[in-house]
């Protein structure tokens, strides 16, 4: 995989990004570098992306972040820091100078199967 640095300008400043030319959810030979898909809302059609390593709190939850809607049935949820994030999801730091803590929803489907499993044996871990 080859990532390149770049910044993604915002309306709040300047972040920096990585972009990579490789397909998601790439499994490093350990899970330190497996990239897990994340959405605010388990509907949202934005997606984002972050290592396995920076989600804390792993739950089972029907209440999303951000916007608090209510999901017909518990998905795995999880916090990260939102500066951990690549890709577009539901979260503009206006309430204040980030970083912040923020919920996200991991869904099933927008993951490979190894990743997916990945992150259940880390919320049975934990």
């Known amino acids: 995989m080859i990532i390149f640095p770049s910044f993604v300008v915002t309306n709040h400043g300047i972040r920096l990004s990585n972009i ?6 790439i499994i490093d030979s350990s899970t330190r570098f497996m990239r897990v898909n994340v959405r605010r809302q388990w509907n949202d059609f934005r997606i ?3 290592d396995l390593e920076t989600l804390n ?3 089972w939850d029907r209440i999303s972040g951000g ?13 990260v820091l939102c ?4 890709g577009d999801i539901a979260h503009s730091c206006m309430h204040g ?3 912040h803590e923020i919920k996200v929803v991991i869904v099933k489907k927008d993951n490979d199967p ?4 990945e992150v259940l044996k880390k919320f049975k871990a934990s």
């Open 114 to 117: 190894e990743v997916y499993e």
């Open 48 to 50: 984002g992306e972050t």
């Open 67 to 79: 916007a608090r809607a209510r999901a017909p049935r518990p998905f795995l949820s999880a916090y």
């Open 57 to 59: 709190g792993l739950h």
């Open 97 to 99: 100078t980030g970083p």
């Open 20 to 25: 990579s030319f490789a397909t998601t959810n």
């Open 83 to 86: 500066t951990e994030i690549n």
